[in-house]
């Protein structure tokens, strides 16, 4: 099984900076992929950034150039880096995983971190 343990939100200024970091507690999970995804009050989850063990990133067309994801594969750790945050950036961030336990694919999420950005 996995462990997801995020930390990092809060309350912050438009304009302002956070970095999110999840790190996945496992002993035998074989981590592919790591991602974030958000979701605003109301609103669906979606897709923030994804990061695969090639280093190759994917983001959110409303993140990018913002946010920056990157993972220590080492630490089972992944991370977003948040800049020129905007209250639209407001919502609960999830870390999500994916990857192979005895060859199955299988995904976890994150309990989720509040990230709330001020005007």
């Known amino acids: 099984q996995v462990q997801l343990v995020e930390s990092g939100g809060g309350l912050v200024q438009a304009g302002g900076s956070l970095r999110l970091s999840c790190t996945a507690f496992?002993?035998?999970?074989?981590?592919?992929?790591m991602e974030w995804y958000r979701q605003p009050p109301g609103k669906q989850r979606d897709l923030v950034a994804s990061?695969?063990?090639?280093?190759?990133?994917a983001y959110a067309d409303s993140v990018k150039g913002r946010f920056t994801i990157s993972r220590d594969n080492a630490k089972n750790a992944v991370y977003l880096q948040m800049n020129a945050l905007k209250p639209d950036d407001t919502a609960v961030y999830y870390c999500?995983?994916?990857?192979?336990?005895?060859?199955?694919?299988?995904?976890?999420w994150g309990q989720g971190t509040q990230v709330t950005v001020s005007s």
């Open positions: 990061m695969g063990t090639s280093d190759n990133t």
């Open positions: 999500h995983v994916r990857g192979t336990y005895n060859l199955t694919w299988k995904n976890y």
């Open positions: 496992t002993s035998r999970f074989n981590i592919e992929t």
